[in-house]
């Protein structure tokens, strides 16, 4: 799979990103929301593969539920999981029946369990 990590906590990001290339993902790991939006802005626009976004929800720059909301529409069927040590799953729902053309969003509770991830990766589906 193609992945667009998204996580400020570099020590966190290097071990996801570790984590999943074991796992045969390829992965674009970046650390702040400018670097998210400039590099999903560009993936997006030229249809770059991308099979999946792991997000942050909580970075130092942003907050990764509006990239979701903001970019999530310009590829409805691109899932996405949202991390936080501080979930609010209902916040991601409401922001889809505000937006119905988003695409399938799981969020998970940090730290996360990276077999799960996996999971939930290969699934591709929603528990929101």
């Not at 505000?98 to 528990?127: F, I, M, Q």
Request: glycine fraction near 6%.
């Amino acid at each position: 799979m193609q992945l667009l990590l998204i996580e400020d906590d570099d020590d966190l990001r290097v071990e996801i990103r570790d984590y999943l290339v074991r796992k045969r993902h390829d992965v674009t790991a970046l650390g702040s929301m400018a670097e998210a939006r400039r590099t999903l802005g560009l993936m997006l626009s030229t249809d770059a593969p991308l099979d999946a976004v792991i997000c942050d929800v909580n970075l130092s720059d942003g907050d990764g539920v509006h990239l979701y909301v903001d970019f999530g529409s310009r590829r409805p069927n691109l899932p996405w999981v949202l991390m936080s040590g501080d979930t609010d799953p209902r916040r991601v729902a409401d922001e889809r029946k505000k937006h119905p053309n988003l695409p399938p969003c799981t969020v998970v509770e940090k730290p996360v369990s990276l077999h799960n991830l996996v999971e939930l990766l290969a699934r591709g589906n929603s528990d929101v």
